[in-house]
């Protein structure tokens, strides 16, 4: 099938109408673009009485897209690339689909369906057959990829479909190695000699008037395109109204004196699509320094914006720059891999260790996990702690700071607070819910810290011992993957070492014995259902389900003020978590 079919199939498919009839020389009908043009959400203003290539180049301008040399044709012939152009406005992803596609070696282009797709590039890394939902599926594939892709949950599905920028991370990893003449790119783009390079402090006027003057490329070829989300654009507008640094601009210069974006391309297009209005400022909190520029735009005629004063401000901005001079395409290639492997992204963990640092708590935790191996921090008997860490050095993600994280999570969901503006539990994402947690409180005393720390190697050693039931099924800290096979499970661990804090506090409590828990415990887990697809609302419901199938099969209410006393947070949110779900 040749690519004008291929664009025309894929048009149809997403704006779900018939596809264009057979006519001979592969031409495509006015009457199906139009049917296209009048089904596509965007174009209602688009004139229906222009011609074939007129009325869709008027779809692809209606659509933000850019109508060029390439799109036209002698006469009224509609070509493929205008096609294409107008099926990617239509669906941003299709361009990294299509590429996907090309670095999987397969011919022509893929369907639009991102569940057929997706279930391709999972036999294509796992050699089987996808056998559950997009969202988890794509989550697998970049984490099986990259497990410090750094990427948000919003940022890898949104809208029920996989994001550009999860796209990205995928046709990065089919890209590494890949080499024009098949061989190994190894011992390729070898740097041997000193690079021209001058390092400045650049006002970001300066750098808009290169955008505007034609001079900055924000678009090389080994760059990403436009996958950073509004909330990411207006942060780095906001750092900068509010003074903060932003990192180095890494910039090539031409012969030709062209330039070309090596790494900051992103916050580049965030600066200049800020002052072509194409997005406004957030709203801010009030008691924000920029409470008064909430929702406003850069310099608008009919809608408020940031003003004079703060324009100007903006504009004199400096930002550090780096700026290679006149370096070969080969050379830059690999300044360019050296730099990102160097400057690696930070997850939400290493940047909590970094803010953290001085947090009693969490230096608490560093240590426990064994992220300094030469670490002589003890809180407790040294035999007892070193056990512990070494057990759970080997239960955790030897991912950076995976182990701390865990500790972390513990706390924070044994110790749930609500948000300060709800009465109501409703839980937060895990990150969220580590830094509310640190929050609020600050400064521990050597004894509390000593406290916290044997009551973590307890529920740990109490949960090993409880919740492992020997049915196959139900482990402490695993969960079985598809084959059957018991697989580290962050879930089960937290969850199973929360219960573990409450059942231990209960009983040395006396309230119930431990013939009673161990008949909870049999009784309650297999009877919660397990949530496949784990996101904040369903791993905060499952905890309460077995939170409150627990204390239901003890039978203590949780308005029962002995219980509560114990457990001032946990019982309550869990509570309330279940009663406002079924509200």
């Known amino acids: 099938m040749n690519s004008k079919k291929l664009n025309a199939r894929d048009i149809s498919d997403i704006l779900n109408i018939h596809p264009p009839a057979e006519i001979a020389g592969g031409t495509i009908g006015r009457d199906w673009l139009l049917s296209a043009i ?25 659509l933000g897209g850019q109508w060029d040399d390439e799109c036209a044709s002698e006469g009224s012939t509609i070509t493929a690339t205008a096609l294409s152009r107008f099926a990617i406005c239509l669906e941003p992803r299709l361009k990294e689909m299509r590429e996907i596609w090309g ?39 970049l984490i099986h990829l990259d497990p410090n892709h750094g ?129 406004s400022l957030p709203k801010f909190k009030p008691g924000h320094d920029l409470d008064d520029l909430g929702g406003c735009w850069y310099k ?10 703060h324009r100007m401000m903006f504009l004199d901005t400096k930002v550090p720059v780096l700026n290679f001079k006149n370096v070969s395409d080969s050379t830059l290639r690999k300044v360019f891999n050296l730099y990102n492997t160097a400057a690696m992204k930070l997850n939400a963990a290493e940047i909590r260790n970094a803010t953290y640092q001085n947090h009693g708590m969490h230096q608490m935790a560093f240590a426990l996990a064994g992220e300094n191996p030469d670490s002589e921090i003890l809180y407790v008997d040294e035999t007892n702690q070193r056990e512990f860490t070494s057990d759970w050095r080997d239960l955790a993600s030897v991912r950076r700071f995976a182990a701390t994280e865990l500790i972390c999570q513990y706390f924070a969901y044994s110790r749930p607070l609500r948000s300060f503006n709800s009465d109501v539990f409703t839980g937060s994402s895990t990150a969220n819910s ?29 949960a090993e011992e409880h919740f ?27 969850t199973n070492m929360v219960a573990s804090r409450m059942l231990i506090k209960l009983k040395n409590a006396e309230i119930i014995n431990e013939n009673s828990l161990e008949e909870a415990i049999e009784a309650v887990l297999p009877s919660i ?55």
Request: proline share 4%; net charge negative; glycine share 8%.
């Open 151 to 279: 990427l948000s949950g919003d940022e890898i599905f949104k809208d029920g479909r996989p994001t550009r920028s999860s796209y990205q991370v995928i046709m990065n990893n089919l890209n590494e190695g890949y080499s024009e003449d098949g061989e190994d790119d190894e011992d390729n783009d070898v740097i041997t000699g000193i690079i021209s390079t001058s390092v400045d402090a650049t006002q970001i006027a300066t750098l808009i008037n290169y955008h505007e003057w034609g001079t900055l490329n924000l678009n090389p070829p080994w760059q990403r395109g436009d996958v950073w989300s509004p909330k990411k654009k207006k942060a780095v507008i906001e750092s900068i109204l509010l003074n903060i640094p932003l990192p180095a601009i890494i910039l090539h210069t031409l012969e030709d004196g062209s330039i070309e974006v090596i790494d900051g391309q992103q916050r580049l297009r965030s600066i200049m699509q800020f002052v072509e209005n194409k997005f």
């Open 103 to 141: 670095l999987l070696g397969k011919e022509g282009y893929p369907r639009v369906n991102h569940h057929d797709f997706i279930s391709t590039l999972y036999g294509y890394y796992f050699d089987r057959e996808m056998a559950k939902d997009v969202e988890s599926t794509i989550e697998e594939i």
């Open 529 to 583: 259902d397990w949530p496949e697809n784990q996101n904040a609302g369903t791993i905060w419901g499952y905890q309460a389900d077995v939170i409150n199938g627990l204390l239901h099969h003890l039978q203590i209410g949780s308005d029962d003020s002995n219980a509560t006393n114990l457990l001032p947070n946990l019982i309550p949110c869990m509570d309330e978590i279940r009663n406002h779900n079924a509200e």
């Open 468 to 494: 492992d039931l020997g049915d196959g099924s139900n482990h402490a800290f695993e969960r079985n993957d598809k084959n059957g096979i018991p697989k580290f499970n962050k879930l089960a661990t937290i």
């Open 434 to 462: 580590i830094n509310r947690f640190l929050d609020s409180k600050r400064d521990y005393s050597s004894d509390e810290l000593s406290e916290m720390t044997q009551e973590l190697i307890d529920v740990y050693t109490f």
């Open 300 to 309: 608008h005629e009919r809608k408020k914006d940031i003003g004079q004063q």
């Open 38 to 62: 009048s089904a596509a959400p965007g174009c209602e203003e688009v004139n229906r009485e222009l011609g074939k290539q007129q009325l869709l180049r008027g779809g692809i301008e209606a």
